[in-house]
């Protein structure tokens, strides 16, 4: 008997141990998936798996820490497996969600994310990523009360506010910058491939034949400024012309990319409108690629150019074009249920003569791809002559 009671309170023990182990291996890999740290997340969790882990949290944070790896397909195993069990969490059908969205599987991602709201109608960050799929599946009007709820559980998030703002039709004169900010760092590890090879964007290359087309070679601009660098797309396109190349973006994310081109001379993370309105050198030539389409008022922002251009400087930018403006759009400018700005050409060039800046030569062009269809834009070269 005594052997007997003996052996049951070493297996109580042991048990014990091997659960306080557990949840120690557990809560370490969650402050690592806290800090970004994924790669050692990823591994703690597959440890805490191989120890024969088989809670729903550990298999949706398994999952979840794949898919921030890149791991896409390695994702798919313990995401459905937590989202199959009976103890099946909000968080796991949101991760599941974001998985479905990285696979481009939108009808299954709104199924996940609707999950998710159901089993917790609070979930701000589900209503939220319901309402991105929504528009997706071109389902504008659902989006919208997905975002109007969002609104609701967080009147003060600034993507959620812009978003409902764009698809309701109500005036901004700029997304906000921790909208830009938040986007942009998603976007920045997959930024290039997803722009070049899936959008087919060559927007950068199209403003360097405008150039090259209008103004007499060989130039020699020297200080160019790269304003919403992003990843260095423009800035790779012009760096043969520039003796001294910055880029600023709001984007920790983009920058970091940018850094890695080792093209730039600076980087600054910044809105550039106030890096602009600061003392400090002229510039030559500048370059907005993809940028305006976040600004709906060009008016401040040929001002600040104006501020730090060099005699005779030189701007290089792109604007998309507006299909379908309201025709009470009278101001030139709309934010439009895509999320981003079109100007009309009229305002581009009123704002910028208000400012000193006189067109050189500008030309239509399709900026990229959306959902398949050609985005129309344009491309202008613009001279500073005060």
Not at 144 to 173: C, I, K, N, W, Y
Not at 264 to 275: E, H, K, Q
Not at 315 to 321: H, N
Not at 330 to 343: D, K
Request: net charge negative; glycine share 8%.
């Amino acid at each position: 008997m005594g052997a007997r009671g003996k052996r049951r309170r070493s297996e109580v023990h042991s048990s014990s141990k091997r659960a306080d182990e557990h949840f120690a291996v557990c809560a370490k890999a969650g402050s690592c998936a806290n800090e970004g740290r994924w790669h050692e997340a990823a591994e703690l969790y597959e440890q805490a798996v191989a120890a024969g882990g088989r809670e729903v949290a550990l298999f949706s944070n398994l999952g979840l820490a794949r898919l921030m790896l890149g791991k896409v397909s390695a994702a798919e195993a313990p995401l459905l497996l937590a989202t199959s069990s009976a103890h099946a969490t909000p968080s796991a059908f949101f991760n599941l969600g974001l998985l479905r969205t990285a696979q481009h599987r939108h009808e299954p991602a709104r199924q996940a994310y609707l999950e998710a709201v159901n089993r917790r109608p609070d979930y701000f960050e589900a209503w939220f990523n319901l309402g991105n799929v929504l528009l997706s599946l071109r389902q504008r009007e659902a989006a919208a009360q997905a975002f109007e709820r969002a609104v609701e559980l967080r009147s003060d998030d600034p993507m959620a506010s812009h978003m409902l703002a764009a698809l309701r039709g109500q005036a901004r004169t700029r997304a906000p910058a921790e909208f830009v900010r938040s986007l942009f760092n998603q976007y920045a590890p997959t930024f290039d491939e997803n722009l070049e090879q899936r959008l087919q964007y060559d927007a950068p290359s199209q403003l360097r034949e405008l150039l090259n087309h209008h103004i007499a070679q060989p130039l020699r601009p020297g200080a160019v400024l790269d304003v919403g660098c992003g990843t260095g797309l423009a800035g790779a396109a012009f760096a043969d012309l520039a003796d001294h190349l910055t880029g600023v973006d709001l984007s920790e994310g983009m920058i970091d990319q940018a850094r890695r081109k080792g093209i730039y001379d600076s980087l600054i993370v910044a809105d550039f409108l106030d890096v602009l309105r600061c003392p400090g050198p002229t510039f030559d030539m500048f370059l907005a690629c993809d940028v305006f389409i976040y600004l709906g008022d060009l008016g401040p922002v040929f001002e600040a150019l104006g501020r730090r251009a060099a005699p005779n400087g030189l701007a290089l930018f792109s604007t998309e074009v507006a299909v379908d403006a309201p025709p009470e759009d009278v101001a030139g400018f709309h934010l439009g249920p895509e999320v981003r700005f079109t100007h009309s050409r009229e305002h581009v060039l009123r704002t910028a003569d208000q400012a000193h800046w006189v067109e050189v030569a500008s030309q239509p062009i399709t900026l990229r791809l959306q959902r398949g269809r050609p985005v129309p834009g344009e491309v202008f070269l613009l001279r500073h002559q005060p």
